[in-house]
């Protein structure tokens, strides 16, 4: 952390290399900050850094707040000492150090947001000022692909992968080919959170294996790579069916009933016909074995 600002000689206050200024002149508190963007993980320590300088040896008072819809004031100070109550949401939880510097432990998720801390001294007329962001986030945990089947027709089916992770906040996904990035494909589908794929239409190149990484600001998880078989269809079989070559005709003639003849001569007849046409259809399709 950042200490108060010393001297260059033994001795005498931390301010003393300061140069008062000179009569009529105003002055003003210095305010500077390692870093604008503080990066913390829930249940850990986060210490916003700030550091000050002031022609004044007087103890600074400090005050911190948190941009809501109206600003929220965290706590207040006179050098390290804590003014009046804190709210119930930050006690024992927060600690001023003697530059200014504001100490959050352990971190909630709710701690996340914009943070201005105001320092004033009684002999300087202008107040110094300084805002850090704070992102508070929980680690993600190792995710896996899920699949319902690893096994896809060419062509005529579709697979989806779920990207599954139990822990984790403000993930970002990506899908990625035998350990590469997947590259854009009319066929591919993602979910409006990339967390879920599925490519449609499959294709033999599809054929690999598929992983998903997960990312957040302080974190990320890779999954195990899931393998996908893709397989054709099986080839048709020979079968009795025409060919562009071979030409069947038949031709039935109305023969009219003899004069006399009884209605059995008629069934009799029709049954010959079936028989004659069932009989030119399998010798047109039979082929002598080998």
Same mark, same amino acid.
């Given at each position: ?27 003003? *508190?210095? /305010?500077?900050?390692?870093? +604008?963007? $503080? ?8 210490? !916003? %850094? ?85 992102? *508070?986030? /929980?680690?993600?945990?190792? +995710?896996? $692909? ?8 060419? !062509? %005529? ?105 009884? %209605? ?27």
């Amino acid at each position: 952390t950042w200490g108060p600002l010393s001297s260059s000689g033994g001795g005498g206050s931390p301010f003393s290399h300061c140069v008062s200024p000179p009569q009529g002149l105003l002055a003003a *508190v210095n /305010i500077t900050s390692p870093t +604008p963007l $503080v990066r913390g993980t829930a249940g850990r320590a986060a210490l !916003l %850094s700030v550091r000050y300088a002031s022609a004044s040896a007087d103890k600074p008072v400090v005050k911190w707040q948190v941009k809501r819809d109206k600003p929220v004031t965290v706590v207040q100070s006179i050098g390290t000492e804590i003014i009046g109550n804190l709210r119930p949401d930050y006690r024992d939880r927060i600690r001023v150090l003697e530059n200014g510097s504001l100490l959050i432990s352990p971190l909630q998720l709710a701690d996340e947001g914009a943070y201005e801390v105001e320092v004033s001294i009684t002999d300087d007329t202008f107040t110094g000022e300084k805002t850090i962001n704070l992102t *508070v986030d /929980i680690p993600i945990s190792k +995710p896996q $692909v899920l699949v319902a089947s690893s096994t896809v027709l060419e !062509l %005529s089916e579709f697979f989806t992968l779920n990207c599954s992770h139990e822990n984790g906040t403000k993930p970002t996904y990506t899908w990625l080919k035998d350990g590469r990035p997947l590259s854009n494909d009319s066929r591919l589908l993602l979910s409006p959170d990339q967390k879920i794929l599925t490519i449609t239409r499959v294709l033999m190149a599809d054929d690999d294996v598929y992983s998903c990484l997960v990312e957040n600001p302080i974190s990320h998880g890779r999954s195990v790579p899931v393998k996908i078989t893709v397989y054709r269809k099986p080839p048709i079989p020979p079968s009795c069916t025409p060919r562009a070559a071979h030409h069947l005709q038949m031709l039935c003639p109305l023969i009219p009933c003899p004069p006399g003849r009884s %209605s059995l001569y008629i069934i009799l007849s029709t049954g010959g016909i079936f028989l004659l046409v069932t009989l030119v259809t399998v010798c047109a399709c039979w082929k002598p074995s080998k």
